[in-house]
């Protein structure tokens, strides 16, 4: 019941970044106010970076697909799957997802722990 309140909720609600940190809105709707107060959640409901927003430095846009760039898997913005696409040059990747493809298996493409 909670969880699938909480994907209606990531579903639905608004995202958006407030200094620096990505968060869900409810943007004024009551049907999101409703399920905020049953999660017992603030409004803004703040989200961590990671797995939550693209792994390219700097961006905080939310993650539209999960893609290879040069040598790591990505979770990438619409914007940075894009450039990705097009095999441009990768700018800088967050420090958390250099750390987890380092343990991606060379061979198998498999996470290692
Ligand atoms: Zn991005």
């Not at 939310?62 to 450039?83: A, D, N, P, V």
Request: proline residues 4%.
């Amino acid at each position: 019941m909670k969880e699938a309140l909480i994907d209606m909720v990531f579903q639905f609600g608004y995202r958006t970044v407030i200094d620096n940190k990505p968060a869900i809105i409810t943007g004024g709707l009551s049907a999101l106010k409703g399920a905020f107060d049953v999660l017992n959640w603030d409004d803004p409901h703040y989200l961590t970076p990671e797995g939550n927003t693209c792994e390219i430095e700097g961006c905080m846009n939310e993650i539209s697909s999960e893609q290879r760039w040069g040598k790591y898997y990505l979770m990438l913005c619409h914007k940075h799957s894009s450039m990705a696409f097009k095999k441009k040059r990768r700018p800088q990747v967050k420090s958390y997802a250099i750390e987890r493809e380092l343990k991606r298996d060379k061979k198998t493409g498999f996470l290692t722990y």
